[in-house]
């Protein structure tokens, strides 16, 4: 049974910082790319980051380059983002994600097949 088990978010205020992270279990966590997705009110959930299986290559949405970075501890089984520069645009719903087969799109959430319960993040200005 493949579990994402996810830790982090919160209340802040523009400017913060924050890291979340996410352990896998169940699956090889080391063969599958990992993504974060994230889902504000009346949106549908979009693209944030993600990471190759050795986590030589990442992806980010334009919307978080240059503010948020995805990471991989594959000794772990976690993945993590962290979060600088934070703004109210970026309050949504956080979720991390393992794709369900090796060589899909990591910035398509239709690649991936399992999900963590999410993480609310709630930026202030």
């Known amino acids: 049974q493949v579990q994402l088990v996810q830790s982090g978010g919160g209340l802040l205020q523009a400017g913060d910082s924050l890291t979340l992270s996410c352990v896998v279990s169940g699956r090889p966590f080391s063969s599958y790319a990992m993504g974060w997705f994230r889902q504000a009110p009346g949106q549908e959930r979009e693209f944030v980051a993600a990471i190759s299986w050795s986590g030589g290559t990442t992806y980010e949405a334009d919307s978080v380059k240059g503010r948020f970075t995805i990471s991989r501890d594959n000794d772990k089984n976690t993945v993590y983002l962290e979060m600088n520069s934070l703004k109210p645009e970026d309050t949504a719903v956080y979720y991390c994600?393992?794709?369900?087969?090796?060589?899909?799109?990591?910035?398509?959430?239709?690649?991936?097949?399992?999900w963590g319960q999410g993480a609310q993040v709630t930026v202030s200005s």
């Open positions: 994600a393992i794709q369900g087969r090796k060589g899909g799109d990591p910035t398509n959430k239709w690649t991936y097949d399992y």
